[in-house]
């Protein structure tokens, strides 16, 4: 059997060719790559008019919480997100989220996060919201979703980057400044 070796040697150089090769980089990353590939099985849908999570692997439904959603002002968006990443503690501040950087208004915050799943690049977390003690009863975050710290923490072991999470029932389809 006869094996032939293919060597490409590109005669182009600088911008050109950095262009090219990101313009490559970002087809390969949008097709069947290991974001997609990742997230086979895994689906959660949150329902804001239930405050009920599902999750869900390849259909079978293997955990079910309680969640909280983001305050009038602040509604967490509706859609379907994708987990971009998971931090197990992360400081959120109304400050980067562009809600204020005064501490002396009503929506500032600085806060020690844990377990948390991105699902937007603007800030919108699945986390542990210890402090709310109405999750399931009225929404309070500024468009994060809270859930207990027990299923916060569970979640994130489960999730995968790529998994795909659906929010819906929200009375938001856009996604402003969030955080907890």
Same mark, same amino acid.
């Given at each position: 059997?006869?094996?032939?070796?293919?060597?490409?040697?590109?005669?182009?150089?600088?911008?050109?060719?950095?262009?090219?090769?990101?313009?490559?980089?970002?087809?390969?990353?949008?097709?069947?790559?290991?974001?997609?590939?990742?997230?086979?099985?895994?689906?959660?849908?949150? +329902?804001?008019?239930?405050?009920?999570?599902?999750?869900? +692997?390849?259909?079978?439904?293997?955990?079910?919480?309680?969640?909280?959603?983001?305050?009038?002002?602040?509604?967490?968006?509706?859609?379907?997100?994708?987990?971009?990443?998971?931090?197990?503690? /992360?400081?959120?501040?109304?400050?980067?989220?562009? /809600?204020?950087?005064?501490?002396?208004?009503?929506?500032?915050?600085?806060?020690?996060?844990?377990?948390?799943?991105?699902?937007?690049?603007?800030?919108?977390?699945?986390?542990?919201?210890?402090? +709310?003690?109405?999750?399931?009863?009225?929404?309070?975050?500024?468009?994060?979703?809270?859930?207990?710290?027990?299923?916060?923490?569970?979640?994130? +072991?489960?999730?995968?980057?790529?998994?795909?999470?659906?929010?819906?029932?929200?009375?938001?389809?856009?996604?402003?400044?969030?955080?907890?």
């Amino acid at each position: 059997m006869s094996h032939q070796r293919l060597v490409l040697r590109p005669r182009l150089r600088g911008a050109t060719r950095l262009v090219l090769v990101g313009a490559l980089a970002a087809v390969l990353t949008l097709g069947a790559g290991p974001v997609r590939a990742a997230s086979a099985g895994h689906v959660s849908t949150i +329902d804001a008019a239930t405050h009920q999570m599902t999750v869900t +692997d390849h259909g079978r439904t293997v955990m079910t919480f309680t969640a909280g959603f983001g305050k009038p002002g602040f509604r967490t968006p509706s859609g379907t997100f994708h987990v971009l990443g998971k931090d197990a503690v /992360i400081t959120m501040t109304s400050c980067s989220a562009n /809600i204020t950087c005064n501490p002396r208004n009503p929506n500032y915050y600085v806060l020690a996060v844990h377990w948390a799943v991105r699902l937007t690049g603007s800030g919108v977390f699945v986390h542990a919201a210890p402090w +709310d003690h109405a999750i399931g009863r009225a929404d309070t975050s500024h468009g994060c979703i809270h859930l207990s710290t027990a299923d916060a923490h569970r979640f994130y +072991d489960f999730s995968r980057t790529g998994d795909t999470v659906i929010v819906k029932n929200t009375g938001s389809l856009t996604s402003g400044p969030s955080g907890p």
